[in-house]
């Protein structure tokens, strides 16, 4: 039985009031809940954190496990950082020392820096860092080499929330527990795989991050690869870590990058109703900004599982709807009816989790599309972040991001960026509350496809 403390930098941040503290709170409720030292650089007590963040109607018993200690991670240890830990461990009788670094990545180094030389790095504690880890392969290896000089592999934990979500664990069974979809899902049967996600909002609070990184760095680098790599990778061995991870980063290796055509970047402009604002007349965005809010691509792959299957990614923000899916569309193949689409099999992350079919059935004088919602994931079901914690409670690596794979995403993250700049990319080019970019239609349509719609086909009534 592990009875950990979890020490949370970055604790005043946007994250931790999004996603962080309504996860602990979660599982507090669950009966997961463990000690939390909350960790930055504002001057106040537990009282003020409490008021600040605007939790004062989270559960007491939540609350009276919370704590705070005021430091900058940059000022190098002092000891009260470890005086606090000391403290909450010996009242709450904690063995397992969990630290979460919900900062910058420039500031990995000196909090892990600071972790160290407090004197609170003994074997079993456990770091993880948030995404993004760098923001290319150069910044991603210097700091991983920064830090293993104070972690050891097992230690460092590399966050990727999209890891935390059912539907990933979903999409394991399906492919390989289900002999039914299992045996449909491969190039074979399959015309494309289409990797989506759409928000219809913009950066919000993150504005000043998002116009250094964009979404190629923010989501294509870290959720759409992974989403990528675990629709694409062969059979593993086992569902063990190190199974699972070597045929990911197999997955990632086979891609064959885009042609120049098939990588369409855009930003949006301004709306119709005043007060949506262009993507550059947001504070934090410089008002001659060059960022993509929105990526669309094709990549090719070299693998004998996927012969002439196309895989395409798209995201953007402020795009006419919120929606995450994993899709593998089939080849049309009937040469007795008339069909207007191919049928699919759907992971949804997002609005619901859960495996949704498209399929053929009668209608009117021939055959028509429906789909089915066949499993939906309970709407109480643990959210991402409750997840991720709880793996880093556990130690599941598999929950988390490889350092391998880490690389390698920055590698072909590079590329694609290397190819965005060298485009002549006329922003802004799209509309908010629109599916972004046109050009972006013609990516699937130049290899005889075309992006999935989730809404055109008729729900069945049962
Ligand atoms: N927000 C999201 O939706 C989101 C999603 C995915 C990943 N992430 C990642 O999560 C991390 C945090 O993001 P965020 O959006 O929460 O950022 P944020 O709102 O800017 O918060 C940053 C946090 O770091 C603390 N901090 C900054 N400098 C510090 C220092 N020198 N010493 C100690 N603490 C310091 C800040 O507190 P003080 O200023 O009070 O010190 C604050 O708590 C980033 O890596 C980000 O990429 C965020």
Not at 25 to 33: F, P, Q, R, V
Request: with cysteine; glycine share 8%.
């Amino acid at each position: 039985m592990t009875d950990p403390l979890l020490v949370l930098f970055g604790a005043t941040g946007d994250l931790s009031e999004k996603k962080l503290l309504p996860a602990l709170k979660g599982l507090h409720e669950s009966g997961d809940g463990m000690p939390v030292l909350l960790v930055s650089r504002k001057d106040t007590d537990i009282h003020g954190f409490i008021e600040y963040m605007g939790i004062g109607d989270y559960p007491d018993s939540f609350l009276e496990d919370l704590y705070y200690v005021q430091k900058d991670v940059t000022e190098g240890a002092d000891g009260r950082l470890r005086e606090r830990v000391r403290e909450i461990e010996g009242f709450h009788g904690c063995d397992t020392r969990l630290f979460y670094l919900a900062l910058p990545y420039f500031l990995f180094e000196d909090a892990s820096s600071l972790i160290d030389g407090s004197g609170l790095n003994r074997d079993g504690a456990r770091v993880a860092f948030e995404k993004p880890f760098g923001d290319s392969l150069e910044s991603a290896r210097s700091l991983l080499s920064d830090i293993r000089g104070f972690f050891d592999r097992d230690q460092v934990f590399l966050v990727d929330h999209y890891l935390g979500k059912e539907a990933v664990e979903d999409l394991l069974a399906t492919r390989f527990g289900s002999d039914l979809l299992g045996a449909v899902w491969n190039g074979k049967h399959a015309e494309s795989i289409q990797i989506l996600l759409s928000e219809d909002f913009g950066p919000s609070g993150r504005t000043r991050y998002y116009d250094s990184a964009g979404a190629i760095r923010d989501v294509v680098q870290s959720h759409l690869l992974q989403a990528l790599s675990l629709a694409t990778m062969r059979p593993p061995d086992s569902l063990s870590e190190e199974d699972v991870r070597e045929a990911k980063l197999e997955a990632l290796r086979s891609l064959e990058l885009p042609e120049t055509q098939d990588l369409v970047v855009g930003q949006y402009g301004a709306g119709q109703n005043p007060s949506s604002e262009a993507y550059r007349e947001l504070e934090g965005a410089d008002e001659d900004s060059a960022t993509e809010t929105f990526a669309a691509l094709r990549f090719g792959i070299d693998s004998p599982l996927w012969p002439d299957t196309d895989i395409y990614l798209k995201t953007g923000k402020m795009l006419d709807r919120h929606e995450a899916s994993i899709n593998l569309v089939l080849e049309e193949d009937s040469r007795l009816y008339d069909k207007n689409q191919g049928e699919a099999v759907t992971l949804r992350m997002h609005p619901t989790q859960g495996l949704r079919l498209r399929l053929t059935q009668k209608g009117g004088d021939g055959v028509e599309s429906m789909r089915q919602d066949v499993l939906q994931n309970s709407p109480d079901s643990s959210t991402a972040y409750e997840n991720i914690f709880s793996g880093l409670v556990r130690g599941d690596h598999r929950l988390f991001v490889s350092q391998e794979f880490m690389e390698e995403s920055w590698r072909i993250t590079d590329r694609l960026i290397d190819m965005k700049e060298s485009k002549n990319n006329n922003f802004p080019n799209y509309a908010p509350g629109t599916k972004g970019p046109e050009k972006a239609g013609n990516i699937p349509e130049r290899h005889g496809d075309s992006w999935i719609d989730l809404t055109r086909e008729r729900e069945t009534d049962t």
